[in-house]
């Protein structure tokens, strides 16, 4: 999410925000949050950005490269995490 951040906010800003919610004996639970000024993703695109080989166009692929499977990657490993948003 991070990477993604920082590729598409030429101008502006990336902010990671960290926040303990919970520790135990054995375990810490942390809420992870990135926020971005970037170009931002048009909401007709939001439902299907976190699919395999997905982009937001043809342009954003050509000006800015990648294969698509950043979000895909970052949404199966919050998902074997147990966690239910992203």
Known sequence: ???NALKFTKNGEVKVMAKLIETGDDFSRINFAVSDTGIGIPEDKQETIFESFSQGSIEINRKYGGTGLGLTIVKKIVDLL???SI
């Open 82 to 84: 147990g966690e239910k």
């Open 1 to 3: 999410m991070i990477n």
